[in-house]
């Protein structure tokens, strides 16, 4: 079961720019646990997310509030490095990550609702976006493309995670 959602968000400061989101919903018939636990190791960051073509921890040890990781994304052709660091990490219910130095500014959060059936996950992407009249229009073009990777990459995480969780 997959819901998506586009739509724009007033950025949490109060300006009056938005900043473009992406978002999916999805349940992973699996213990909140193994959810909770597969979706904070980097290398899985890469199956949900479109162009993050890989991510590593900086700051040793549990993923917490200021837990540094870094990677790279790969957009129009070419690779750009960013890094960031969770904001937020409330267990098994939700985490927040922002980039800290980044050509192009974004925010990432993950909530987990356990329900009867297992877990839904929902991801949500927002990025500054460029701005100004065409780049308004540029954004609401891009974050289209992306919502649908989005929802494509989405679709595969419940097999995902289940192929991870028969291994562990």
Request: aromatic residues 8%; positive net charge.
């Amino acid at each position: 079961m997959l819901y998506t959602i586009f739509r724009y968000r007033i950025r949490r400061e109060g300006n009056v720019d938005t900043m473009p989101e992406a978002s999916a919903t999805v349940l992973v018939r699996q213990p909140l646990a193994t959810v909770w636990e597969y979706c904070l190791i980097p290398e899985h960051v890469a199956a949900l997310t479109p162009g993050v073509i890989g991510v590593e921890t900086v700051t040793d040890g549990p993923v917490t509030v200021g837990t540094v990781w870094r990677g790279q994304m790969k957009g129009l052709g070419r690779a750009v490095d960013w890094t960031g660091e969770f904001t937020r990490v409330d267990a098994h219910t939700a985490t927040e990550f922002s980039s800290t130095e980044s050509p192009l500014e974004f925010a990432i959060s993950a909530t987990f609702a356990e329900v009867r059936r297992g877990v839904e996950l929902t991801y949500r992407i927002r990025n500054a976006g460029v701005g100004g009249a065409v780049g308004k229009l540029a954004d609401a073009l891009a974050i289209r493309a992306y919502q649908r990777s989005l929802s494509a990459n989405a679709k595969k995480l419940p097999r995902l995670v289940d192929e991870w969780a028969a291994t562990r």
